[in-house]
């Protein structure tokens, strides 16, 4: 485990692969990776989503570095499955903080 951003970004420079991802004419190497789940686990009845940074700094071999810290982030109205009712109700079903600040 990273313990500072620093931390990864040093083994990337020093990775094989980034020397030859480097050498060849500029590509995008930067990814997202995410998953809806249609029945999402709940905490006290509230959605919640855990968003966690890996850095993968090989293939084959598989090396991946897991930073320490991460972010979880929970919806503000417990969770009932979407309905024509409740679709509207984005503190409902979106973990987003700008959407959830405002909620009451």
Not at 46 to 73: H, I, Q
Not at 88 to 99: E, K
């Amino acid at each position: 485990l990273a313990r500072k951003w620093r931390d990864l970004e040093t083994l990337v420079q020093k990775s094989k692969v980034a020397a030859e991802v480097a050498a060849r004419p500029r590509i995008t190497s930067d990814y997202v990776v995410q998953r809806y789940f249609s029945h999402p686990l709940l905490l006290d009845g509230l959605k919640f989503d855990l968003r966690l940074y890996v850095v993968v700094t090989s293939v084959v071999p598989l090396r991946a570095y897991l930073f320490k810290e991460g972010l979880a982030r929970f919806c503000t109205v417990p969770y009932q499955p979407p309905k024509d009712s409740n679709l509207q109700d984005s503190c409902m079903h979106l973990t987003n903080y700008a959407v959830n600040k405002k909620s009451k």
